[in-house]
């Protein structure tokens, strides 16, 4: 299916392009988009160029010495544990090696089986504490 752009009404005569402007060579106040079409500015109380930020967390950089780190940056969740290890060793690597990327996939799975064992014993060790008293109170009853 063709699409035709042609503005001229059927049957004048006259070819789109031939002196008559088409399309996107229309008149600039006559383009739907015009009340968006504007300069960018900037947003009120907004802070230009954007403060670095500070962090007493671990950020992990990339070794390439002329890679600049972006002016903001997450600090949430900072490494830990096993997976803050394995992150720290993915970032000895350029990111345009696959290891790199490799490492800090395994890395979030680290992270997910942590949590579940950090989940797992805070239930357990309430029970395994009743579990021993249990055992030890039958334990006296039975002498």
Same mark, same amino acid.
């Given at each position: 299916?063709?699409?035709?752009?042609?503005?001229? /009404?059927?049957?004048?005569?006259?070819?789109?392009?031939?002196?008559?402007?088409?399309?996107?060579d229309l008149d600039?106040?006559? =383009?739907?988009?015009? /009340?968006?079409?504007?300069?960018?500015?900037?947003?009120?109380?907004?802070?230009?160029? /954007?403060?670095?930020?500070? !962090? =007493?967390?671990?950020?992990?950089?990339?070794?390439?010495?002329?890679?600049?780190?972006?002016?903001?940056?997450?600090?949430?969740?900072? /490494?830990?544990?096993? !997976?803050?290890?394995?992150?720290?060793?993915?970032?000895?690597?350029?990111?345009?090696?696959?290891?790199?990327?490799?490492?800090?996939?395994?890395?979030? =799975?680290?992270?997910?089986?942590?949590?579940?064992? =950090?989940?797992?014993?805070?239930?357990?060790?309430?029970?395994?504490?009743?579990?021993?008293?249990? #055992?030890?109170?039958? #334990?006296?009853?039975?002498?």
């Amino acid at each position: 299916m063709q699409e035709t752009t042609s503005t001229t /009404p059927a049957g004048t005569g006259r070819e789109p392009g031939a002196g008559q402007p088409v399309g996107v060579d229309l008149d600039p106040a006559r =383009r739907p988009g015009v /009340p968006r079409m504007h300069a960018p500015e900037r947003l009120p109380h907004t802070r230009f160029p /954007p403060e670095r930020q500070r !962090s =007493r967390a671990t950020v992990f950089m990339h070794g390439r010495p002329h890679k600049t780190f972006p002016p903001v940056f997450g600090t949430a969740v900072p /490494p830990k544990g096993l !997976s803050g290890l394995v992150r720290r060793a993915a970032y000895h690597y350029p990111d345009h090696y696959m290891r790199h990327w490799t490492m800090l996939l395994f890395a979030d =799975r680290v992270d997910l089986w942590e949590h579940r064992a =950090r989940k797992a014993l805070r239930l357990a060790a309430p029970a395994l504490v009743a579990l021993v008293a249990v #055992r030890a109170g039958l #334990r006296a009853i039975a002498r």
